[in-house]
């Protein structure tokens, strides 16, 4: 079993600590030489992950060039864009896909890259990344900052997945439903994961992962299946109309929350198959 590490999130961290060391926000001359404690940090932090959950190995995995999501919501991550990047970010990026095994996809973000991968070989991976967005994958989740290990079964991926529509994020841009909230939200879903499932949650993390979890997803528990009017994306949809919005809408709102998985991507054109409700 090896470990996907969402590098985007890893690389900022060590890239604006080292910022931060300088005192300074600038583009000013810099020497690499001066940056080896961030760049050591950061190759640390992989050998500490890969050991903590017991893999044998790191894929690192980066956001390619340009986003599909734009393209479906022009204003996605548009608070982001113009931004200054850390000084140093570049640089350990480079020292990243020379150190390590790296994937990047074009138009893809990092953890589309690792969704599609997880679930195109369920139980080969354990997923690394303190992003909540990649709850929407079902597998093995490492938190580096909490060091915790959590099991996503189907059923939470599948309702994290509408819980998301529903609420949007603002930091990514997507507003979601208008007035829907986490406790609303809540509300709206209620009753989606009645198959009696309960969470799976490893502390003492590096124990029971290498050889053990066979597939990375308990057996026996299945997404969200396809139903009546009463199936999460009839109740997102009825929630985008009571604030007098369309289906449409929320067909919007949900294709840029997807995290992509193995089904939501065309290996042959090399493009993102954008999520529908007839693929439910």
């Not at 997404?223 to 199936?231: L, V």
Request: hydrophobic share 35%; net charge negative; charged share 30%.
């Amino acid at each position: 079993m090896d470990l996907l590490i969402d590098a985007d999130i890893l690389a900022c961290q060590f890239a604006y600590a080292f910022e931060a060391s300088r005192g300074r926000n600038t583009y000013d001359d810099f020497d690499t030489d001066s940056a080896g404690w961030a760049m050591s940090g950061f190759d640390s932090a992989v050998e500490r992950m890969i050991s903590q959950t017991g893999t044998d190995d790191a894929l690192l995995c980066f956001t390619g060039r340009s986003n599909f999501r734009y393209s479906v919501l022009p204003t996605y991550k548009s608070s982001r864009r113009g931004k200054p990047k850390p000084v140093l970010l570049d640089a350990l990026i480079e020292h990243a896909w020379a150190a390590w095994d790296c994937r990047e996809v074009d138009c893809l973000e990092a953890d589309d890259v690792m969704g599609i991968m997880a679930t195109e070989s369920p139980g080969r991976y354990v997923m690394a990344t303190i992003d909540k967005d990649l709850k929407q994958i079902p597998g093995l989740h490492y938190n580096w900052r909490k060091e915790r290990i959590k099991d996503i079964e189907p059923w939470e991926a599948d309702y994290w997945f509408y819980f998301q529509v529903l609420t949007g994020d603002s930091t990514d841009g997507y507003a979601g439903c208008p007035g829907i909230g986490v406790v609303r939200a809540r509300t709206v879903l209620k009753g989606v994961n009645k198959d009696g499932t309960k969470d799976c949650i490893r502390d003492g993390v590096g124990s029971g992962i290498k050889g053990g979890t066979e597939g990375g997803i308990s057996g026996g528990s299945k997404g969200i299946t396809k139903g009546t009017t009463d199936h999460p994306w009839a109740r997102v949809v009825r929630a985008f109309e009571s604030r007098g919005l369309t289906e449409e809408d929320a067909l919007v709102q949900a294709r840029v929350a997807r995290i992509l998985r193995v089904d939501d991507y065309d290996f042959g054109e090399r493009q993102p198959i954008l999520w529908s409700p007839d693929s439910i």
